[in-house]
C-alpha cells in the first residue's frame, strides 16, 4: 500500500521511489533468455538526464511499477511510452528509455507483468516466460496503459497533450491496441508486434500507427503484413502504415540478440522519430 503524503492526496511526484532507496524495482543487465553471446548492445550515458523509477496508481492493490527517463531541468516535454518485450523491464528497454530521453522525451516504461512478482529478465527458459506473459491479458495492459497516460497528464514535466508509445514484439501488439482504446495516445510506433488478432480492427484506430517489421520474421508471416496494410487502406487510416525489412528477422532492433540488425535498426528509429514529429508528439 501506498501512503498518501500531502492532506489533499498524492502527486505523481510522490511516487518516484528512487529518491527514496537505493534499491532499483527492475533486473539489472540483459534479458539471459535472448542475450547473445558476442552482443555489444549500444549503451547511452545519463549525463544530462533524470533518471526515475515510479509507481503509478492504477487501482490495483499494488501499484503499477515503472521506469522513467528525462532530460534535466525545468519546463514541459512530449512523452512517449516504451512497451517492452516478453522479457519485461531490462538494460534494453532502459537503454531505449535513456535514448528518448537524450532528444528530450519523457520516457516511461511501465512494468506490465509485475503483477507475478518474478524477476522475468533473469529466467532462462522461454516455457516458463510465456505462461507469466499470458496472465497479462489485453483488457489489464490496456488499463495500466490508461493508467500511466492519466499518470503522465498530471506530471509537471510533462505536455498532457504529446503522448507517444513505441514497444517491442509483444510490445508491439500493445502499441496498435492502445492506440484504438486510449484517446490520449497521439501517435504510435510498434516494432513487430502480432498483427493477426488486430486485423479485423484496424477501423477503430484513433490515432496514426507506424508498423516496422521484418520480411524474415517467422512469427509473423507476410499475409498478416499485407492483411493489416490492405485494412488500414480500407479504413482510410492514411496515416497509418507499415514499413517492411527485407533482411530483418524479428527483434531487428534488440541489439543484445542474434536477430539484431543494425542498419534497419538505425531507419527504424530515423522512422520512429520523424513519426511523432509528423503527429504532433
Known sequence: MITLTRPEGSEPQDF??????????FFAGYAVAAV??????????????????VLIPNGAATPLPAYVARPK????????IVCNEIFG????????????????????????FYRAGVNLPALKDFAAIRPI??????????GDVKATTAWINAAKFAKPAKIGITGFCWGGAVVWRSAM???????????YGQLKPLIPRAAEL????????????????????????????????????????????????????PSYNEADAKDGWARLMAHFKAHGV
Open 89 to 112: 523491464i531490462h538494460d534494453y528497454i532502459k537503454d531505449v528509455c535513456k535514448r528518448l530521453a537524450t532528444l528530450g522525451y519523457v520516457a516511461v516504461a511501465p512494468d506490465f
Open 36 to 53: 547473445a553471446a558476442n552482443a555489444r548492445p549500444v549503451t547511452t550515458p545519463a549525463d544530462g538526464l533524470v533518471i526515475e523509477e
Open 206 to 257: 484513433k490515432a496514426p500507427v507506424l508498423g516496422l517489421y521484418g520480411a524474415l520474421d517467422s512469427g509473423i508471416p507476410q499475409t498478416d503484413v499485407t492483411a493489416m496494410v490492405d485494412a488500414l487502406k480500407a479504413a482510410g487510416k492514411t496515416g497509418s502504415d507499415i514499413k517492411v525489412y527485407a533482411d530483418a528477422q524479428h527483434g531487428f532492433h534488440a541489439d543484445y540478440r
Open 133 to 142: 506473459v499470458a496472465q497479462a491479458t489485453p483488457d489489464q495492459v490496456d
Open 181 to 191: 482504446v486510449n484517446p490520449d495516445i497521439k501517435a504510435g510506433v510498434a516494432w
Open 73 to 80: 531541468g525545468a519546463g514541459k516535454h512530449a512523452t512517449i
Open 16 to 25: 518516484h521511489l528512487t529518491r527514496r532507496t537505493a534499491v532499483s524495482m
